[in-house]
């Protein structure tokens, strides 16, 4: 099967970034876990972060509907507990410390298809994804940019 072109770029991306610390960020929906089962070394940030997690601070995060309170804990207690390597980028929802953030960015038709297909709150896709590029303006971290298609 031909890569996708968006894998083709990230991936691109990465080798070219590969001494340096990077997460790649998008809402949900956005194709995270099926780009990062392509990219070798890459980690889940969910994987690195729930773990860690009471079962307080878990049942928090993860209720609904999302609303910019619980995306502010998730990414304070992500901040605080997952570490970003060189050469091992972290795919997740919040822009952790790092060296370059590559952020998925996707329509708001593609987004609405695809939360359609998963069940997801497509309202909720639009919060967290409002809430990302906000953290992303607000870094002073380097960014790139990678349409999802």
């Known amino acids: 099967m031909t890569p996708s072109p968006s894998l083709t770029r990230l991936q691109e991306i990465l080798e070219a970034n590969r001494t340096k610390r990077v997460v790649v960020v998008g809402t949900t929906c956005t194709g995270k876990s099926t780009l990062l089962r392509d990219i070798a070394g890459a980690k889940d940030m969910d994987d690195l972060v729930f ?3 009471t079962e307080e601070e878990r049942e928090y ?3 609904t509907p999302w609303t910019p309170e619980i ?14 390597e ?13 060296d ?5 960015r996707i329509s708001d038709a ?5 939360t359609q297909m998963r069940g997801a709150d497509f309202a909720d896709a639009k919060r967290m994804q409002e809430q990302i590029e906000r953290e992303i303006a607000q870094s002073k971290t ?3 940019v990678l349409d999802v298609a």
Do not use: K, W, Y
Not at 71 to 84: H, I, K, P, Y
Not at 86 to 98: I, Y
Not at 100 to 104: A, D, G, R, S
């Open 51 to 53: 773990p860690q997690l």
């Open 100 to 104: 370059l953030i590559v952020h998925l």
């Open 110 to 114: 593609l987004l609405r298809e695809r």
């Open 142 to 144: 380097p960014s790139i």
């Open 71 to 84: 995306g502010q804990t998730m990414t304070r207690l992500a901040r605080e507990r997952v570490r970003v």
């Open 61 to 63: 995060v993860c209720q």
């Open 86 to 98: 060189s050469g091992r980028p972290v795919f997740g929802t919040v822009v952790l410390d790092s």
